[in-house]
């Protein structure tokens, strides 16, 4: 499967702990955006990285969220103290070029439930 | 930030009619307008996108239109299938380049 995929695909945790998602991307894509969607509701822009670069956090982005892409490959995303309202469905995507009108290609996802 | 508005947040039609979904965006300017099909329990998937130097793409069934005086585009499916019954996301592309999405319509169609 050369499509971006995600790990794991469901994260069940209890409240005050910390989890980290993973996030390959397409290769030679060199943008890579997270995105957390919660039921009726479209994705939610978070942050994104073009290649190892974070470029834009957004600012519902709280502080106990952070996201790395060392290499300009693969990216992290970690949520320290985490709380139930972070239950929610983690997307990753990435897509060719600079500009980011490109086409996003989504990854499957990693469902969060925070008990 | 910038706020897009997607109606209706469900739409239910026949095997065969039309479909048109409308998204509104509000204040900063927007040059790619993207629109996504996400089906059940799958991750979301790009069916069409806009720029602004074109009022109005088709591909086969699909088309979108665009308005940007209006601050408006709209998504058409004619000859509706069961198999397009979907989520559909409006989206567009502001500021330092930021999608921002709609609330998602609910479409099914009935066979």
């Known amino acids: 499967d050369t499509g971006v995929s995600q790990d794991p695909r469901h994260k069940i945790t209890k409240r005050g702990q910390n989890v980290t998602f993973r996030c390959d991307p397409i290769s030679e894509h060199n943008r890579l955006y997270w995105y957390r969607q919660t039921l009726g509701q479209g994705p939610e822009f978070l942050t994104y990285f073009q290649n190892e670069a974070q470029l834009e956090k957004s600012r519902l982005l709280s502080d106990r969220f952070s996201a790395e892409r060392p290499k300009g490959s693969f990216s992290t995303l970690e949520i320290q103290r985490t709380e139930q309202g972070d239950s929610a469905m983690y997307l990753c995507?990435?897509?060719?070029?600079?500009?980011?009108?490109?086409?996003?290609?989504f990854g499957p996802g990693t469902r969060l439930t925070v008990l | 930030g910038e706020n897009v508005e997607q109606h209706p947040s469900t739409l239910s039609v026949q095997e065969g009619d039309s479909a048109v979904i409308k998204c509104t965006y509000s204040d900063s300017a927007s040059n790619y307008f993207p629109w996504y099909k996400q089906e059940l329990g799958k991750r979301p998937q790009l069916i069409i996108d806009?720029?602004?130097?074109?009022g109005e793409k088709k591909d086969q069934r699909i088309a979108v239109t665009l308005n940007k005086t209006a601050k408006h585009f709209s998504l058409h499916i004619t000859e509706t299938q069961p198999e397009d019954s979907a989520v559909y996301f409006c989206?567009?592309?502001?500021?330092?380049?930021?999608?921002?999405f709609g609330r998602g319509t609910s479409l099914i169609v009935h066979p």
């Open positions: 806009i720029r602004s130097n074109v």
């Open positions: 989206a567009g592309l502001f500021g330092s380049y930021i999608p921002t």
């Open positions: 995507a990435s897509s060719l070029g600079t500009s980011g009108d490109n086409e996003q290609f």
